[in-house]
């Protein structure tokens, strides 16, 4: 059984008719977020727009909220997020929106309660820096882009 984290939300006086994010499965690690467009929003190819939620967050310490793009927008409509996977950290308490990037060939349009990313909730560390004269060696070294190949063997 996995613990539930309550976090406070407040739904914008204008997007009360919209649910809540919501998990769409018992397993679903990621929350849908919806539109919260007043009316329909085209995205030109090349384009992207800062689409509404309707919705702020109150996030515990310690805890982010990553926006990442849904799969079958990606795959069917070439729709992404921008700066995905963007943050929401805890001391932000502005409302969430989502920066739409349509990567297809088409226009596609947004409407008000589309399905539009979704939100996974995730705990994070905060780190410190130990400055050392030389890092410990591992099998990779200094292998960057590609170096530990393409193909299965290679």
Request: glycine share 14%; charged share 20%; no cysteine.
């Amino acid at each position: 059984m996995m613990s539930v984290l309550n976090i406070p939300i407040v739904q914008e006086a204008d997007a009360t008719d919209l649910p809540l994010p919501a998990y769409q499965t018992a397993g679903s690690a990621g929350m849908d977020l919806m539109a919260a467009v007043t009316e329909p929003v085209v995205l030109a190819p090349g384009a992207f727009k800062l689409i509404p939620t309707g919705i702020r967050l109150a996030l515990p310490l310690g805890y982010e909220a990553q926006v990442r793009p849904r799969s079958g927008l990606a795959f069917k409509h070439g729709i992404g997020v921008m700066n995905g996977p963007g943050t929401i950290d805890s001391d932000y308490r502005g409302p969430v929106g989502v920066i739409l990037f349509n990567f297809g060939p088409a226009a596609f349009e947004i409407h008000r309660g589309d399905r539009i990313a979704q939100m996974v909730i995730a705990r994070h560390e905060r780190s410190a820096w130990r400055v050392v004269e030389k890092l410990e060696e591992s099998g990779r070294g200094e292998g960057g882009f590609g170096s530990t190949g393409q193909k299965h063997g290679a």
